[in-house]
T-cell receptor, first 114, second 110 residues
Framework: NAGVTQTPKFQVLKTGQSMTLQCAQD?????MYWYRQDPGMGLRLIYY???????DKGEVPNGYNVSRLNKREFSLRLESAAPSQTSVYFC?????????????FGPGTRLTVL | QKEVEQNSGPLSVPEGAIASLNCTYS??????FFWYRQYSGKSPELIMS??SNGDKEDGRFTAQLNKASQYVSLLIRDSQPSDSATYLC??????????WGAGTKLIIKP
């Protein structure tokens, strides 16, 4: 099992460009999440999908959109990148979103917006 | 605003000693708490979860929870250089979302 995979690992964008971060899990998990991690701050939830076909906003959704393509895949799109979106982005998955199921993280995407 | 607070460190501990990491949370409705370890440049991985007041032990790790004081701690016994990492504390809120602390950087000195 690969667990949670993310592509790309690194990306440099210019202000205003768009891109999609891809995430896939092979653990048959129902719930998936997108976080960003900035120096000196905790992980902040951008969007999550409690189950296939549903998506909900997290703490910092502005400037992002998501698609739960199927049970395995959850993508994050930046329509018009801004320097404030320079961050490390983590995708995670868990069996359910309720209770206290362990969240498993992908390796992260390091994004720089110039 | 729901918050989880951690001392950023670094916390420097001699090899073989006990490392003590602390965390406070603001949401009294939180019922579940987690400690994740994150090596530099890597993703977080779960070490322990705790739901009830008191201690929970797993190998060299002990998590402690005091809901009255809104306090969670992680003790690492017989610290090893491989324990050097950033430790993230998280609480689960009433919407089943994790609220994360910024992490404590732990350095184990050989």
């Amino acid at each position: 099992n690969a667990g949670v995979t993310q592509t790309p690992k690194f990306q440099v964008l210019k202000t205003g460009q768009s891109m999609t971060l891809q995430c896939a899990q092979d653990m048959n998990h129902n719930s998936m999440y997108w976080y960003r991690q900035d120096p000196g701050m905790g992980l902040r939830l951008i969007y999550y999908s409690a189950s296939e076909g549903t998506t909900d906003k997290g703490e910092v959704p502005n400037g992002y959109n998501v698609s739960r393509l199927n049970k395995r895949e959850f993508s994050l799109r930046l329509e018009s990148a801004a320097p404030s979106q320079t961050s490390v982005y983590f995708c995670a998955s868990s069996y359910t979103s309720g209770g206290a199921d362990t969240q498993y993280f992908g390796p992260g995407t390091r994004l720089t917006v110039l | 605003q729901k918050e989880v607070e951690q001392n950023s460190g670094p916390l420097s501990v001699p090899e073989g000693a006990i490392a003590s990491l602390n965390c406070t949370y603001s949401d009294r409705g939180s019922q579940s708490f987690f400690w994740y370890r994150q090596y530099s440049g890597k993703s977080p991985e779960l070490i322990m979860s705790i739901y009830s007041n008191g201690d929970k032990e797993d190998g060299r790790f002990t998590a402690q929870l005091n809901k009255a004081s809104q306090y969670v701690s992680l003790l690492i016994r017989d610290s090893q250089p491989s324990d050097s990492a950033t430790y993230l504390c998280a609480s689960m809120d009433s919407n089943y979302q994790l609220i994360w602390g910024a992490g404590t950087k732990l350095i184990i000195k050989p």
